[in-house]
Structures are given as structure tokens and as C-alpha cells.
């Protein structure tokens, strides 16, 4: 009874030790890794429909003002592609990501690099400074939200949950009224 005993015990302590290190593995991916989906909301007034969104540059700030980050609009939708300083922008090679295989690896290569580098300083964003046109718009605070429930869904295959990331969402509103 007693050689049972210890080989359930044993039995027990190797799940638990599995267990422990796959939800390991999925808190320190979660914490080293982020995603930070902008949405930009232009305030044109009555002729919104009718005129195209200017490009639109954007650097987030941390509370002491140093940039963080750099982004600049899509001009075809309303959010924001960053600017990672070392390894650019993903948009390129996201486009050519459907047709090749090769394709497809870059860009989840930049999209790797992207999230690792967006980890680092996004805890960090108080303020956005804003250049369109002949536009301005400085210290503009930022309110950034944050969504994650890995432990709930994270399962670890890439057909059902895949690796955990932080999310990180926020919306900036601009009208152009306020800069002539």
C-alpha cells in the first residue's frame, strides 16, 4: 500500500510541476509581450465624409516627457501603426504575409519583435504629441487600458488560444477645429 502511496504522490507532484511551469511560461510571455491597438478619431466637422484623413504623425510620452514611441495613421482606417526605432514597421510585410510562406515568417518575426519592444515602454505612455498638416498638438493626455485574462484562456496551441499577450488599447480623438 505504502509503494501506491508515493507513486501517486510522485504522479501528483509531476502534473502539478507541469501545470506550474505552462502557466509559468504563459505569465512571463503575457508580461514580456504586448500589443497596444490605437484608434484615432478625427473630428472634421460637417464635412467629415468628404475630405481623406491627412497623414498623421504621433509620439508617445512618458510623465518626464522623453518619446517612447513613434507612430503614424493608416490612411485607409482609423488606428495607429507603430514604429519600432530597430526593426520598423510590420505593415509591409504583413501585406506580402497572405502569398508566401517566407513572407509569412517575416512577418512574424517583426510582429515577435514588435511586442517584445512594446512591453517595455508601454506602462510607461502619460501623453501624445500630434503633427498633421500644419498642425501641432502637444502633451495631450492619453488614457491607455489594459485587458488581459490569460489564466482564464490561454490554452498553449496555436489553433485555439495560442501564446498570451497584454493587450493594450486606447483612443485618441482630434479635432481640428482646435488647431487653425
Sequence with gaps: MQIVKGNTMKVLLVITGIIGTVLGYGYWHLTTHAVFHVILNVNRGVESKLISTPEIKIQFIDAKGAVLAKGINDKNY?????????????????????????????????????SIWISKWIRDVQKVNLEYGKCLQQDIPIAVSYNSDWYLWWVPHPHIGGKPFSYYNSTIKIDEQDCV
Design 78 to 114: 482609423n488606428y495607429i501603426h507603430l514604429i519600432d526605432p530597430v526593426h520598423g514597421d510590420c505593415r509591409e510585410v504583413e501585406k506580402k504575409a497572405p502569398f508566401s510562406r517566407e513572407a509569412r515568417n517575416s512577418w512574424q518575426e517583426c510582429f515577435e519583435n514588435q
